[in-house]
């Protein structure tokens, strides 16, 4: 098998509780020829499919579960451009030059990939972002983050007690930043699907990969009914289903828990800003377009499926608990639970670009808390190669040796 199927999400979503807007696929009774083939259909494949298809290629993409059916549905979408690594940290880690770029990168997606969705009518909310200190930043911290992002150019402030309080929020400091958003990730990659189709893309489902095999010019995708799908190039969008001859240096799958409250009946907190703590265990929410919060984290460092599957219960407590500490306003009562696999890497940054060793082959495997960005910078990346106008920081995301 080309990756090995893991049981990705468990437990019902909050976007889970209004039909999926369809998208048109069919399964796969012969062999086919295209020019890009995408493995996977979640966000990720559809920024891919959308950008390539935007710009003339022929787009297949191909999935075993269907589209928008993998940790897609999973996500809490809190699509922001500061990475889970702080600024300052990342400096130390690739050199502060590099950790700009990446954090203006960022910046520049989350943007873009607002007007793309603003431009295909689907809905998001603009949030500011309240960074929250806690054990990995304190206060001190966060004020050394808040120059660092000053002297890149990035706007935000530090925020104190009293004024947390005026907006409804019990903690000690914080740092905002400005321009972010919040989307429905299964609504919205429905969308881009769409846009992909009406541009001549098409989508095989159910339809797992077991083989891929680099030759000359083409690549050949073995499907596990028998059928042979060649392309140009291949890129695998495959979430946290990592392709077994993909280095696997830096990255980890862990786990991790997410609620969602009944609709709010009271005032939610002032200008409902996304609110992410800078601590272990982690701990972030949001507010949907509905009314309801959703709160996640409490992440841990293993990846079994039945051990995270059974811990819902416990995580669920205290993410409520949690939630009741640091927005005392909130009807905490709960409607939705669940829990997914969760990528991350050490440096917080995503592997996207050529694969070594398997010539045509693509990587658009966009880890971490910042996932729906990465995906937009896979799109753009991959795109601008194919097209011959490589993006200036590609080499940031690429294969480390
Ligand atoms: C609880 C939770 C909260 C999260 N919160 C956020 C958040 O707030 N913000 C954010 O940006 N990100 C968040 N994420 C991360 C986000 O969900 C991921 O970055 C994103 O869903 C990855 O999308 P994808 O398309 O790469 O993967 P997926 O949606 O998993 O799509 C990959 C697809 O590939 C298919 N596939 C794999 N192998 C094969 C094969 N061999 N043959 C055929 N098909 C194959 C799978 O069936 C799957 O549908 C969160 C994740 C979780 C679990």
Redesign the pocket.
Known sequence: ???KSKD??TGRTVWQAVRAPGVPHRPLHKDIDTEVLI???????AMVADALSASGWKVIL????GP?????T??????QYEIDTPLVKLSRQIGEADAIRAFHRSRLAVDALAARLGELGVELQRRDTLYLAGNILDANGLKRECEARHIAGLACRLVGRRELRDLGIRASAALMGYGDFTID?RAATCALLNAAIQNGAKIYSP???DDVQPKKATVHALTSMGYRIRARHVVF?????FPKRVPQRGHQIIS???IATVRQKRRLWRGQAMIWQSADPYLYMRTTADGRVIC?GEDEEFSDEAARDALIERKTKTLQRKLGQLLPNIDTRVEFA?????GQTDTGLPTIGPIPRMPNCWAAL?YG?????Y?RIAAEVIAGALNGRPVVDADLYRFRR
Request: charge should be neutral; charged fraction near 15%.
């Open positions: 098998m080309e990756t990705l999400r493995i996977g259909a979640g966000i990720t494949g191909v999935d075993r579960r928008a059916k993998g940790s897609t999973a996500s809490t979408a809190l699509v990730p339809v797992d990969i969008a495959t979430g946290y289903e991790t828990w997410a996640g669940w829990t997914g696999s969760f966009g808390g910042n996932g729906t960005t995906s």
